[in-house]
């Protein structure tokens, strides 16, 4: 079964199995033919990388096992024909768009969030011509859900990497608690970007309804780890988005 699909206008089809390969993860390529590549673990969700949205449409129906799906095709055909969810894409304003740096560290944080869901997505909803992500609607009903999701696509605009990890370690700090006050957030972003608005827009994502709900969820479960299902729960918030911010990992 197919529990997470996305498109990939910005990465090909050999960057995106060069990737997987660089993360030492099992996968399935179907461009000719399908292909297994490296050993995929059938305790884990498993990567299917298709060359085109024709190819997937064709071959979708037998996948029988739990995936992720990953289609390499067109932003137009993607975003105009399709309206599947895409990876490594900003979308602005009059329908433009920019492509971000969609690295194999993103991808591995992709995986793991994938590795979580449990329920297919809606196959027959899916043919070659339909509305706008109608096809994993209940996936980015929940991404949107997500302070720390929106908050990644904020860090995402960062292009420099070294910049992007510091933003990154601040925003986590707040989320765990350790940074103790709006001012006191605005104050280490501000010294960290020149840009005035940056920092607000990022501030409002983290300091809102949401982003306030996943602070106090992940500062109780830092104090005490085995109530973390439980205030996840409570407080109709993704576990694994408590368990990320919550590791020793840097991004």
Same mark, same amino acid.
Request: glycine share 6%.
């Given at each position: +079964? *197919?529990?997470?699909?996305?498109?990939?206008?910005?990465?090909?089809? @050999?960057?995106?199995t060069y990737m997987m390969t660089e993360l030492g993860i099992g996968f399935m390529a179907v461009k000719d033919r399908p292909q297994k590549i490296g050993d995929p673990s059938p305790k884990h969700v498993i990567p299917v990388i298709f060359n085109s949205g024709s190819s997937f449409l064709k071959n979708k129906n037998k996948i029988?096992?739990?995936?992720?799906?990953?289609?390499? &095709?067109?932003? =137009?055909?993607l975003k105009r024909e #399709?309206?599947?969810? +895409? $990876? %490594?894409?900003?979308?602005?304003?009059? /329908?433009?768009?920019? #492509? *971000?740096?969609?690295?194999?560290?993103?991808? %591995?944080?992709?995986?793991?969030? @994938?590795d979580q869901? =449990?329920?297919?997505?809606?196959?027959?909803?899916?043919?070659?011509?339909?509305?706008?992500?109608?096809? @994993?609607?209940? +996936?980015i009903s929940k991404f949107s859900k997500s302070a720390l999701s929106q908050a990644q696509t904020m860090m995402y605009k960062v292009k420099n990497q070294e910049l992007r990890s510091k933003t990154f370690e601040l925003v986590r &700090?707040?989320?765990v608690g350790k940074a103790k006050s709006k001012d006191a957030l605005k104050t280490n972003l501000h010294r960290l970007h020149k840009n005035p608005k940056y920092v607000d827009d990022? =501030?409002? *994502?983290? =300091? !809102?309804?949401?982003? +306030? !709900?996943?602070r106090r969820a992940t500062t109780e479960s830092r104090k005490d780890p085995k109530k973390l299902e439980i205030l996840?729960?409570? @407080? /109709?918030?993704?576990?694994?988005? $408590?368990r990320y911010l919550l590791s020793k990992g840097k991004r």
């Open positions: +079964m *197919i529990v997470a699909l996305y498109g990939s206008p910005g990465l090909s089809f @050999a960057e995106l029988k096992f739990r995936s992720v799906v990953f289609v390499c &095709e067109s932003y =137009t055909k #399709y309206g599947w969810p +895409m $990876i %490594g894409v900003i979308q602005g304003k009059k /329908n433009q768009h920019s #492509y *971000i740096q969609f690295d194999k560290k993103e991808l %591995g944080l992709l995986l793991q969030e @994938a869901l =449990t329920v297919p997505i809606d196959l027959s909803s899916i043919k070659s011509v339909q509305k706008v992500y109608d096809p @994993a609607s209940e +996936m &700090e707040w989320f990022l =501030t409002i *994502i983290l =300091t !809102s309804s949401l982003g +306030m !709900s996943l996840a729960k409570k @407080a /109709n918030l993704s576990p694994f988005d $408590i």
